[in-house]
Each structure stands twice: as structure tokens, then as C-alpha cells.
């Protein structure tokens, strides 16, 4: 297919069918006002709605480089919308309102305008019924691009108000070799990266990002040193893993700093209010991301643990620490491995319900600490 938007077309090697299928809506001006994409994770959905937003807001069509996709990808254009359960039990009414008002909005920049919501699933209840008729009329030049784990997750009310676009999932060896041709790297640091990133595009940048990589070196080092850790040590640990989840929003404050210095002389005290949000949401998608990751590396590290102790025969994905694997399996046994992975989990969920991240991951690392050191004679 000829002339497709660079910012669909790095979906090609991940999801050539769905690529295809939004390049024909593009090229052919025929874009659906509401879109329902559904897969599991990895499959790249967030990855492909990014850009599809491109498409919508960039001047040159979705060219994937120029300033308005750029900002589009780094999250702080004010025409594209990316949002996430305001509360535990899912959207609040509030929340959706505040959107249906902003989608009445004009444009602040480009010709259209893009919204973004994941874990759709969870627009339920008067949440849902305050979107329901904007998602069906939106105004002209708006899109909807919703993810879910499966259209029967999500209510029949907000599925039939949208066009459902199924991912694949990518075989494991596919992305591997996306990764490798794409990053430089070799095979063993791809699949490391896509253990704790998922889909390959995510990887790559993963793997070029400096302080994301030496994340993921202080989750490994803290989980290894664990059993040796007393009470006051644990509380270290936990505090050292929430700055070195901060770290990786440096270069965002910096790129959003620089833009706003650059902004400053042409913008109206509206239009730099605008830009402060969107630095700001920014910001915490960012934050929370980190904390996403640094709890995707302790998991994959402790799966290496799991497949260690229990003789899977599995090759170790952590291979570059293959000896704290191997000395941790040898101090549990399988129980005690599930117990470590379900603190990482319970980790997640506690963040999603608002705790402290240091409260957080201070419950976590006690409880893995408890589920690795007892021997496996004891249990």
C-alpha cells in the first residue's frame, strides 16, 4: 500500500492487519469517530492508537517526527487526550463529565482532536451513560480510540458506539527479532527489555533510555539482596526503588522546561495554562509508567525464579543475573516463588488505589523477603 502515514506504518511488523486497516481509513478519509481496540497486553494497542492521534492532529498527515506528533507521543499535546480510571472502581461521573466538556471544545492547535481511554472494561454505571451520546455524535474532527482486554469486557451500550479493531498476540520470537534489528542489540538484552516493556516498540525505547535501564539494574540488585536484608534495610530498599523511579521523569521535566521556554513569547496566559496541564498529565502518566516498570522487572526476575525452582526447563530471560536467580530459587521452593510474584501484583493494585509508593513498595519487598528466605524444608 502506497503513501501510509510513517506513524502507522512502524505498526507493520507487530500488527500488519490492523496497519492496514487504519492506512485505508486514513488515505481514504473515512475514519470511524470511535474506535474499540482489544487484545491483550503487549499486543501494542497504546502503541497504535498514539498513532492514529498522530494521524488526526499532524499537519503532514501522521509523519511520526515532526513537532505535533512529537508532542503527541511525549503526551503533552493539548488536542490529544490520554486517560485512565480516575478511581478504584473505575471512571467517575466527574471525570467523564469534564471530558464530554473539553471534547465541546475548538481545537487548540490542530484541525482535530483525539481521546484516548484505557481499561475501557471499566466505564460502567453513570460514568458510562455521561459518555454515551458524545461518543456516538462526537463533533466534527473528534476521535475516540478505546482499549480493552476483549469487546465482552466492556459494556454493549459503549462497544456498539464503536468500530472494533482485534490485535493479535505477537509471538514471542517475532518481537525478539523486531527488537534486535531495530535497537542494534543482541537477542538476550532484547528479550530482557521485552520482559519488562512488552511490545517491541516499547522495548527499543526502553533500551535507549539510560536511567529506564538502570531501573531496572536497581530492581534486580534489590531483590537480590533481599535475604540478607534486615528490617531497616528493607525500608531503604523501598525508598532507593521510589527515586530511582523518579529518575526517568528528569529528561521529561527538562523536554517540558525547554519547551515552555521556547513557547513563553508567543503564548496567551490561556494557551500556557493548557501547556501546564498537559506538562502535568504528562508527568504523572510518566510516573505512574515508572512505577509500572519497576514492577514488570521484579516480576520478570522472579518468574526466572519460579522457572528455576520448579525445573521448567525454561531458558532464564534474566540471563545477565543468573546467579541471584539461581541462589534465590535455591533458598524457596515453588510456593514461596508464587508468593513473590503475588506481592509484585498486590504492589500494582495498591498503587492503583492510591497508596504512598513508598508504602507501596515497602509492603512488597517485606513480603517477598518472607516468601524467598523461608527454606523449603519448613513449608
Sequence with gaps: MSGIPQALDALFEQQPRVRDYLAHAVLEGRLSHAYLFVGAPGAGMEEAAEALAMCVVCPNGGDGTCSECIRVRHRTHPDVRFVEPGGVAGYRIEQVRELVADVALTPRRAKGKAYILDRAELLRGSA???????????????????????????????????????????????????????????????????????????????LGSPTRLELRRTVVRTLAE???????????????????????????????????????????????????????????AKGRSSMMEALAAAESFLRDVLFVRVGAGQDIVNADVE?????????????????????????????????????????????????????????
Design 323 to 379: 546467579d541471584a536467580v539461581r541462589r534465590l530459587a535455591a533458598g524457596t521452593d515453588e510456593q514461596g516463588a508464587l508468593a513473590a510474584l503475588a506481592a509484585c501484583r498486590q504492589a500494582a493494585s495498591d498503587l492503583s488505589r492510591n497508596v504512598t509508593p513508598q508504602l507501596a513498595f515497602e509492603a512488597m519487598l517485606i513480603a517477598i523477603k518472607e516468601a524467598l528466605t523461608c527454606q523449603p524444608s519448613s513449608r
Design 128 to 206: 458510562a451513560n455521561a459518555l454515551l451520546k458524545t461518543l456516538e455524535e462526537p463533533p466534527a474532527g473528534v476521535l475516540f480510540v478505546l482499549l480493552a482486554r476483549s469487546e465482552d469486557a466492556v459494556l454493549p451500550t459503549i462497544a456498539s458506539r464503536c468500530q472494533e479493531v482485534p490485535f493479535r498476540v505477537v509471538p514471542a520470537e517475532d518481537a525478539v527479532r523486531v527488537v534486535v534489528r531495530r535497537a542494534g542489540v543482541e537477542p538476550g538484552r532484547a528479550r530482557i527489555a521485552l520482559s519488562v516493556a512488552q511490545t517491541p516498540e516499547a522495548a527499543c525505547r526502553l
Design 226 to 284: 533481599l535475604p540478607a536484608d534486615d528490617a531497616w534495610d528493607v525500608l531503604v530498599a523501598a525508598r532507593g526503588l521510589v527515586s530511582a523511579c523518579q529518575a526517568p521523569l528528569e529528561d521529561v521535566r527538562l523536554a517540558q522546561k525547554e519547551q515552555a521556554d521556547a513557547a513563553a513569547d508567543y503564548l496567551s496566559p490561556k494557551a500556557a495554562r493548557d501547556l501546564s496541564e498537559a506538562a502535568s498529565r504528562e508527568l504523572s
